[in-house]
């Protein structure tokens, strides 16, 4: 990776913002492309509502770990309840302890 773009990721990264790929879960990010998107076509943002719900997991699920439950059994409830990853996919002990630290 060339310098300049290694100082372009970390001066994004001050500023708070993302360096590129895909919408993590709770932080706000362009919406899936919709049928028939043409490359000038404008984008939605995903919507806020969305976000503040999953942010509302986020702070519940690290509030149950600190608390002192094990992450497989916040996981298990987080897909006992239906809840799904960015991604569609079901909450695993590993995509949990990736989103901590992320």
């Not at 149950?64 to 497989?72: A, D, F, K």
Request: net charge positive; hydrophobic share 35%; proline share 5%.
């Amino acid at each position: 990776m060339s310098e300049r773009i290694k100082h372009g990721k970390v001066r994004r990264a001050r500023r708070g913002r993302l360096a590129g790929g895909a919408r993590r879960y709770g932080m706000p990010g362009l919406a899936p492309k919709p049928q028939g998107w043409q490359h000038d076509d404008p984008r939605e943002m995903f919507p806020a509502k969305v976000v503040a719900a999953e942010q509302a997991v986020i702070a519940e699920c690290c509030r149950r770990i600190l608390g002192g439950e094990t992450v497989s059994s916040v996981a298990g409830d987080l897909d006992r309840r239906g809840l799904r990853t960015v991604n569609g996919y079901r909450w695993t002990r590993d995509g949990l302890r990736q989103m901590r630290s992320a």
